[in-house]
């Protein structure tokens, strides 16, 4: 049983429409560049593989990648892109599902560490791509640093992205270290917006480092972004890269 709400087919079926624009070559090269890297000769897994918008050009690229997926509506649209033979996906829970094999990097992107919603889990997650890594292996997670220094006491919401086409700001509980995303999205030209809301549980960098340590695993990098750009007191988000000892 996890915390972490399914993604359900209607937005398995918009997803690719929605994330066009960070699923372009340009958009994706230097996180496939940086993961083919860490990668090497041996075998990725994605934790929470989604419609495979990493996964499936990275198998492009030569890696061989599996995944883990939660929503069956999701994998199914990745299956429509690559078979079972190119890339195998368990349907299954990132935190605790086994997958036969060991692999040289589990990545875990675009923030979806925060799906799950207690810190029990996370943990969990943390072990679970212990569990899959050869000695010497990485995990790597790209998440969002909280957005707390944007929230004066008394506001209750930040906005993140304020568009023609799309309303999106976080609300907040801080004493549950939980968050809500809110979308309202413009649909067709008659002036339509669809809500749609997620929740997530947002954690610091150092947070992740302790998780990591619980799971066995060292920090060996931490960047700003896939382009490898130092990770500062003003980035939104990083790439941290934790090893497994040899
Ligand atoms: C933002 S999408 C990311 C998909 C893909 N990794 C990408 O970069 O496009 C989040 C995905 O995480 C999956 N997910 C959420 N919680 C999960 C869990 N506990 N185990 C496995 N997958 C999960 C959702 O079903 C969804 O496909």
């Known amino acids: 049983m996890t915390s972490s709400e399914l993604w359900t087919r209607a937005t398995a079926d918009r997803y690719d429409a929605e994330e066009a624009e960070n699923s372009s070559h340009a958009a994706l090269e230097p996180a496939l560049t940086f993961l083919a890297e860490l990668a090497g000769d041996g075998r990725a897994l994605e934790f929470a593989i989604g419609t495979g918008r990493v ?140 809500r749609g809301a997620s929740r997530h549980r947002y954690a610091w960098p150092a947070e992740l480092d302790l998780m990591a340590r619980i799971a066995g695993l060292e920090l060996e990098q931490r960047v700003a972004d896939w382009d490898g750009s130092p990770f500062t007191d003003d980035s939104a988000k990083h790439i941290s890269v934790w090893r497994k000892p040899a």
């Open 55 to 194: 996964g499936v050009p990275l198998r492009e690229r030569g890696v061989p990648v599996a995944g883990i997926e939660l929503s069956e509506p999701m994998a199914a649209v990745l299956r429509g892109k690559a078979d079972e033979d190119a890339l195998p996906v368990t349907i299954g829970d990132m935190a605790t599902t086994v997958v036969p094999g060991e692999f040289t990097l589990v990545y875990l992107v675009y923030n979806t560490i925060s799906n799950l919603l207690t810190q029990d889990e996370q943990v969990e997650c943390f072990r679970n791509a212990a569990r899959h890594l050869a000695p010497g292996g990485r995990f790597v997670i790209e998440l969002g640093v909280p957005p707390l220094r944007f929230l004066p006491p008394g506001q209750a919401a930040v906005p993140f992205d304020v568009s023609d086409r799309h309303l999106g700001f976080d609300t907040f509980d801080l004493v549950e270290q939980l968050l809500v995303s809110h979308h309202f999205t413009r649909e067709g030209e008659d002036g339509h917006y669809r």
